[in-house]
Protein backbone atom coordinates (compact mmCIF):
# COMPACT_ATOMS: atom_id res chain seq x y z
CA UNK A 1 0.00 0.00 0.00
CA UNK A 2 0.83 3.38 -0.64
CA UNK A 3 2.36 5.52 2.28
CA UNK A 4 2.41 9.36 2.38
CA UNK A 5 5.92 10.80 3.13
CA UNK A 6 5.90 12.57 6.26
CA UNK A 7 9.55 14.43 6.43
CA UNK A 8 10.68 15.70 9.95
CA UNK A 9 12.91 18.65 10.62
CA UNK A 10 14.47 19.10 14.03
CA UNK A 11 15.45 22.02 15.64
CA UNK A 12 19.02 23.13 17.40
CA UNK A 13 18.86 20.42 20.30
CA UNK A 14 18.96 16.40 19.41
CA UNK A 15 18.37 16.03 15.36
CA UNK A 16 17.32 13.11 13.09
CA UNK A 17 15.49 10.62 15.10
CA UNK A 18 16.22 11.42 18.53
CA UNK A 19 14.29 14.88 17.92
CA UNK A 20 11.08 12.81 17.33
CA UNK A 21 10.83 10.20 20.46
CA UNK A 22 6.96 10.29 20.53
CA UNK A 23 6.36 10.32 16.72
CA UNK A 24 9.16 7.43 15.98
CA UNK A 25 5.67 5.09 15.42
CA UNK A 26 4.11 6.99 12.42
CA UNK A 27 6.85 5.14 10.44
CA UNK A 28 4.06 2.49 10.59
CA UNK A 29 1.63 4.33 8.79
CA UNK A 30 3.56 6.61 6.82
CA UNK A 31 6.56 6.93 4.75
CA UNK A 32 8.44 8.82 7.84
CA UNK A 33 11.85 10.65 7.22
CA UNK A 34 13.58 11.58 10.24
CA UNK A 35 16.21 14.42 8.54
CA UNK A 36 19.42 15.85 9.82
CA UNK A 37 19.98 19.32 9.35
CA UNK A 38 22.96 20.86 7.38
CA UNK A 39 25.94 20.65 10.28
CA UNK A 40 23.99 18.35 11.86
CA UNK A 41 26.15 14.95 12.12
CA UNK A 42 26.79 12.70 14.97
CA UNK A 43 30.97 12.00 13.66
CA UNK A 44 31.63 14.95 11.90
CA UNK A 45 32.55 18.55 13.38
CA UNK A 46 30.00 20.99 13.22
CA UNK A 47 29.52 23.83 10.63
CA UNK A 48 27.81 27.19 10.07
CA UNK A 49 24.22 26.46 9.80
CA UNK A 50 22.50 27.30 6.17
CA UNK A 51 18.75 28.27 5.81
CA UNK A 52 19.43 27.95 2.10
CA UNK A 53 21.51 24.21 2.14
CA UNK A 54 18.58 23.22 4.77
CA UNK A 55 15.52 24.26 2.47
CA UNK A 56 17.38 22.20 -0.05
CA UNK A 57 17.66 19.15 1.72
CA UNK A 58 14.07 19.18 2.53
CA UNK A 59 12.86 19.97 -0.87
CA UNK A 60 15.20 16.79 -1.42
CA UNK A 61 13.32 14.83 1.08
CA UNK A 62 10.37 15.15 -0.67
CA UNK A 63 11.13 14.50 -4.21
CA UNK A 64 10.13 11.14 -6.49
CA UNK A 65 12.42 9.00 -5.56
CA UNK A 66 11.16 5.89 -6.95
CA UNK A 67 8.17 5.49 -4.64
CA UNK A 68 5.70 6.80 -7.08
CA UNK A 69 4.86 10.17 -6.48
CA UNK A 70 6.60 13.55 -5.11
CA UNK A 71 5.87 15.56 -2.17
CA UNK A 72 4.46 14.90 1.44
CA UNK A 73 3.81 16.81 4.97
CA UNK A 74 6.50 18.69 6.91
CA UNK A 75 6.82 18.85 10.42
CA UNK A 76 9.41 20.90 11.80
CA UNK A 77 10.39 22.22 15.19
CA UNK A 78 12.28 25.89 16.00
CA UNK A 79 14.96 26.88 13.79
CA UNK A 80 13.74 24.06 11.69
CA UNK A 81 10.78 25.65 10.89
CA UNK A 82 12.20 28.02 8.99
CA UNK A 83 13.66 25.87 6.27
CA UNK A 84 10.30 24.02 6.12
CA UNK A 85 8.54 26.86 5.41
CA UNK A 86 10.98 28.15 2.50
CA UNK A 87 10.54 25.02 1.15
CA UNK A 88 6.65 25.42 1.32
CA UNK A 89 7.16 29.04 -0.23
CA UNK A 90 9.27 27.74 -3.16
CA UNK A 91 7.75 24.66 -3.82
CA UNK A 92 4.33 24.89 -2.78
CA UNK A 93 3.29 21.44 -4.99
CA UNK A 94 5.63 19.26 -3.28
CA UNK A 95 4.13 20.36 0.80
CA UNK A 96 0.69 18.79 1.34
CA UNK A 97 1.03 20.29 5.00
CA UNK A 98 2.96 22.11 7.24
CA UNK A 99 3.20 21.12 11.05
CA UNK A 100 5.34 23.91 12.86
CA UNK A 101 6.23 23.20 16.78
CA UNK A 102 7.67 26.45 18.31
CA UNK A 103 8.69 27.64 15.08
CA UNK A 104 11.19 30.27 15.32
CA UNK A 105 10.08 32.42 12.58
CA UNK A 106 11.53 35.43 13.85
CA UNK A 107 12.01 37.20 10.40
CA UNK A 108 7.78 37.06 9.96
CA UNK A 109 7.39 39.11 13.19
CA UNK A 110 10.12 41.36 13.55
CA UNK A 111 8.12 44.39 14.38
CA UNK A 112 5.72 42.60 16.57
CA UNK A 113 6.97 43.60 20.93
CA UNK A 114 7.22 39.87 22.19
CA UNK A 115 9.90 39.25 18.97
CA UNK A 116 11.38 42.53 19.11
CA UNK A 117 12.41 42.42 22.81
CA UNK A 118 13.82 38.41 22.02
CA UNK A 119 16.27 40.15 19.42
CA UNK A 120 17.05 42.94 21.58
CA UNK A 121 18.59 40.26 24.32
CA UNK A 122 20.27 37.66 22.11
CA UNK A 123 21.70 39.55 19.21
CA UNK A 124 24.46 41.14 21.67
CA UNK A 125 25.45 37.69 22.21
CA UNK A 126 25.41 36.81 18.67
CA UNK A 127 26.81 39.51 17.42
CA UNK A 128 30.25 38.42 19.58
CA UNK A 129 29.73 34.64 19.41
CA UNK A 130 32.76 34.03 16.76
CA UNK A 131 34.50 35.84 19.61
CA UNK A 132 33.07 33.61 21.94
CA UNK A 133 33.88 29.75 23.09
CA UNK A 134 31.49 26.73 22.37
CA UNK A 135 31.17 26.51 26.01
CA UNK A 136 30.69 30.29 26.70
CA UNK A 137 28.24 31.20 23.88
CA UNK A 138 26.00 27.53 25.30
CA UNK A 139 25.61 29.06 28.95
CA UNK A 140 25.16 32.25 28.10
CA UNK A 141 22.45 31.65 25.54
CA UNK A 142 20.48 29.30 27.82
CA UNK A 143 20.44 31.72 30.68
CA UNK A 144 19.24 34.47 28.18
CA UNK A 145 16.62 31.94 26.77
CA UNK A 146 15.32 30.01 29.29
CA UNK A 147 16.96 31.90 32.74
CA UNK A 148 18.70 27.97 33.45
CA UNK A 149 21.86 27.34 34.50
CA UNK A 150 23.72 24.93 32.24
CA UNK A 151 26.50 22.09 32.77
CA UNK A 152 30.35 22.20 31.47
CA UNK A 153 29.68 20.08 28.24
CA UNK A 154 31.58 17.31 29.11
CA UNK A 155 31.42 13.97 26.26
CA UNK A 156 32.77 14.86 22.66
CA UNK A 157 28.99 14.76 21.75
CA UNK A 158 28.28 17.38 24.34
CA UNK A 159 31.06 19.23 22.87
CA UNK A 160 29.97 19.10 19.51
CA UNK A 161 26.62 20.34 20.25
CA UNK A 162 27.74 22.94 22.05
CA UNK A 163 30.00 24.51 18.88
CA UNK A 164 26.62 23.19 16.81
CA UNK A 165 24.31 25.97 18.96
CA UNK A 166 27.15 28.49 18.73
CA UNK A 167 26.73 28.05 14.24
CA UNK A 168 23.56 28.93 14.20
CA UNK A 169 22.80 31.64 12.14
CA UNK A 170 20.31 33.95 13.96
CA UNK A 171 16.72 33.38 13.51
CA UNK A 172 15.59 36.74 12.92
CA UNK A 173 18.35 36.98 10.08
CA UNK A 174 16.32 33.82 7.59
CA UNK A 175 14.70 34.90 4.04
CA UNK A 176 11.68 34.36 5.22
CA UNK A 177 8.87 36.97 4.60
CA UNK A 178 5.99 35.48 3.12
CA UNK A 179 3.78 32.50 4.35
CA UNK A 180 3.29 29.62 2.26
CA UNK A 181 -0.34 28.92 1.06
CA UNK A 182 -0.22 25.09 2.06
CA UNK A 183 -2.87 23.83 5.07
CA UNK A 184 -0.61 24.72 8.41
CA UNK A 185 -0.79 24.27 11.87
CA UNK A 186 1.08 25.48 14.52
CA UNK A 187 1.51 23.66 17.63
CA UNK A 188 3.23 25.64 20.98
CA UNK A 189 3.99 24.77 24.49
CA UNK A 190 2.13 27.88 26.26
CA UNK A 191 5.03 28.96 27.96
CA UNK A 192 6.70 31.77 26.06
CA UNK A 193 5.10 34.54 24.68
CA UNK A 194 7.30 34.65 21.91
CA UNK A 195 6.34 31.36 20.34
CA UNK A 196 2.71 32.41 20.56
CA UNK A 197 3.18 36.16 18.89
CA UNK A 198 4.58 33.64 16.41
CA UNK A 199 1.54 31.33 16.64
CA UNK A 200 -0.68 34.20 16.27
CA UNK A 201 0.89 36.03 13.28
CA UNK A 202 0.22 32.62 11.49
CA UNK A 203 -3.21 31.97 12.67
CA UNK A 204 -3.97 35.11 11.22
CA UNK A 205 -2.66 34.27 7.85
CA UNK A 206 -4.82 30.89 8.44
CA UNK A 207 -3.42 28.46 9.88
CA UNK A 208 -4.55 26.44 13.21
CA UNK A 209 -2.84 26.83 16.46
CA UNK A 210 -2.86 24.14 19.15
CA UNK A 211 -1.27 24.56 22.35
CA UNK A 212 0.12 21.27 24.70
CA UNK A 213 1.91 20.77 27.49
CA UNK A 214 5.88 20.19 27.45
CA UNK A 215 7.34 23.75 27.13
CA UNK A 216 9.98 24.25 24.25
CA UNK A 217 9.31 20.76 23.08
CA UNK A 218 5.61 19.88 22.55
CA UNK A 219 5.76 17.30 20.31
CA UNK A 220 7.21 15.39 23.08
CA UNK A 221 3.69 15.24 25.26
CA UNK A 222 1.20 12.91 24.38
CA UNK A 223 -1.10 15.81 23.72
CA UNK A 224 1.12 17.44 20.77
CA UNK A 225 1.69 14.20 19.52
CA UNK A 226 -2.20 13.33 19.10
CA UNK A 227 -2.37 17.17 18.00
CA UNK A 228 0.16 16.08 15.01
CA UNK A 229 -1.01 13.10 13.63
CA UNK A 230 -4.42 14.29 13.57
CA UNK A 231 -3.81 17.09 11.80
CA UNK A 232 -1.43 14.97 8.90
CA UNK A 233 -4.60 12.38 8.92
CA UNK A 234 -7.04 14.71 8.08
CA UNK A 235 -5.36 16.40 5.46
CA UNK A 236 -3.85 13.43 4.20
CA UNK A 237 -7.49 11.94 3.96
CA UNK A 238 -8.32 15.29 2.69
CA UNK A 239 -6.03 14.68 -0.41
CA UNK A 240 -6.91 11.22 -0.83
CA UNK A 241 -10.91 12.27 -1.32
CA UNK A 242 -9.61 15.33 -3.90
CA UNK A 243 -7.60 12.60 -5.89
CA UNK A 244 -10.53 10.16 -6.27
Request: a negative charge; glycine letters at 8%.
Given at each position: ???????????AGPFGAAAWLRQHGMALTYDALFLRR???????????????????????????????????????????????????????????????????????????????????????????????????????????????????????????????????????????????????????????????????????????????????????????????????????????????
Amino acid sequence: MFKQRVVFVHGAGPFGAAAWLRQHGMALTYDALFLRRHGFDPVAEPVESSFSVDTAIILRSLADDGRGAAGGHVVAHAEGAIAAMMAAVERPELVYSLTLVEPACLSLTAELPATAAHRALMQPLFDVRHQLSDEDFQREFVRRMFAADLQEPATPEEKRSARRLRLQAPSWEAPLHIVPGVPTMVLTGGWEPLYEEIAGYLQETGALHRIAAGGHRPQDSAEGDRAIRSFIADVGRSRSVQAS
